[in-house]
Structure formats: structure tokens, C-alpha cells
């Protein structure tokens, strides 16, 4: 079975400080792919990021981080020099690669940026 | 234009009328996909299709029913609508099981 768990439920940072979600998985299968995305106050889902099992090097991509770990079975998302319009729900998923259509998603991390 | 178009935005609809959410993409995906998700919750996979004649049960297809017309439609039934069917509906589509899925802007619908 796969389940990804976001922990931390709502975060709430003032502009311009750092902030970090936290993302833990699991499954059985040594090949899967991890996901965020991102949830605006509009809710259209957009894609952040993918990451497939054999490729640990961690991303970013302008104030955007991520931080893969399979000995921890985490998959970090730090936003540095938060802005307002980062304020959203972030949600990370995983699916696996062996006939399994299903994106097992957690139950997302509610960012609040304060002016 | 966007890739993956949901109409409609926003429905209100009755206890045991029957509704229909449609899905249209133009990125050319063969596998297409249904999604709801509740407050405070992530999303829950309701019906997907790999091709037009390959339709397949998510893990929450009770009272729900769907239609491939096309490569690029797919449609969402509810064919009695129940207030627990209150949702924000996601479609998406993917090219093959190890690519990302694209979702569209979603359909809010509630039911009273």
C-alpha cells in the first residue's frame, strides 16, 4: 500500500521569511515518483515538481527546494523569501510505476504568508 | 488555451438530479482521470480510462458512471446526486504511467 503523510496541516510565516513542508511516503516499490503541488485560494491544482526513486539530487528551482531523501523516505519542499502569493495549499503525491494508476496524494499543507 | 478544460465551473444542483461534468484536453493523453476531493482532505481517484474502450474503477466509483466519447473527452456522471457528492471534481490526464498528471481548473458542485 502507498500513503503520503503531510503532517504539518497549517503553517502561517510572516513575507520574506523561509519556510518549509514536509512530506513523508511509503510504498514497497523500489521504482515510484513524488509530486508537489501547488493550490491557490482559486483551486485549480498546478504542478510544482517531479521526482523519480533513482534520482536523489535535490532541486531548485528559483526560491523553490526540494529535498529528496530515501533513507528517510522524505521529500522536503523549502520556499526561501516567502511572498504572499505563495499563500496555498501544497499537497505531495506518489505513484508507483507497476500498473497502479492511482496518485496517492496526502492531505495537504495550508501556507499562509502574512504581509 | 489551457491543456485541460472542465465545464462547469461551478454547479448547484438538487438531491437526485442527475448531472453530468465534462473533461476535454488537448495535450494529446491517451489516459484520463477523475478525481474528488473534500475539505481538509487530498484527492480520491473515482474513474480512469486508458483509451476510449479501457474504462476503469477508482476507488471510489459508487454512484458515479462515466464516458469516453473520445481521445479527448471524458465525461463524469452522477446519475442521482447526493448531498455527500458535494466536491471539488478534478479531471486529469497523463501520457503513459510514468509521467505527471495534468489537472484542470476543477468543478465545484453542490448539492442540495
Known amino acids: 500500500a502507498q500513503k503520503v503523510t503531510q503532517a504539518q496541516t497549517e503553517i502561517s510565516v510572516v513575507e520574506k521569511e523561509d519556510v518549509t513542508l514536509d512530506c513523508v511516503y511509503e510504498?514497497?516499490?523500489?521504482?515510484?515518483?513524488l509530486f508537489w503541488y501547488k493550490q491557490p485560494p482559486s483551486g485549480e491544482l498546478v504542478f510544482l515538481i517531479r521526482r523519480n526513486s533513482f534520482d536523489e539530487q535535490n532541486e531548485i528551482s528559483g526560491r523553490y527546494s526540494w529535498n529528496f531523501q530515501k533513507s528517510t523516505s522524505s521529500f522536503n519542499f523549502t520556499i526561501t523569501a516567502s511572498q504572499v502569493v505563495d499563500s496555498a495549499v501544497y499537497f505531495c503525491a506518489l505513484s508507483t510505476n507497476f500498473g497502479n494508476e492511482k496518485l496517492t496524494f496526502g492531505t495537504g499543507t495550508r501556507l499562509t504568508i502574512i504581509p | 488555451d489551457a491543456d485541460v478544460t472542465q465545464t462547469p465551473r461551478n454547479r448547484i444542483t438538487k438531491t437526485g438530479k442527475r448531472i453530468m461534468l465534462e473533461c476535454s484536453q488537448t495535450?494529446?493523453?491517451?489516459?484520463m482521470y477523475w478525481y474528488r476531493q473534500d475539505p481538509g482532505l487530498g484527492l480520491q481517484l473515482i474513474y480512469y480510462s486508458f483509451d476510449v474502450k479501457d474504462i476503469n474503477k477508482g476507488e471510489i466509483s459508487d454512484g458515479y458512471s462515466v464516458s469516453r466519447q473520445a481521445q479527448a473527452k471524458f465525461s463524469l456522471s452522477l446519475e442521482s446526486a447526493i448531498p455527500n457528492q458535494t466536491a471539488l471534481y478534478f479531471c486529469?490526464?497523463?501520457?503513459?504511467?510514468?509521467?505527471?498528471?495534468?489537472f484542470g481548473p476543477g468543478t465545484r458542485l453542490t448539492v442540495l
Open positions: 486529469a490526464t497523463r501520457r503513459d504511467n510514468t509521467d505527471t498528471q495534468y
Open positions: 510504498t514497497r516499490d523500489t521504482t515510484y515518483y
Open positions: 495535450k494529446g493523453h491517451d489516459r
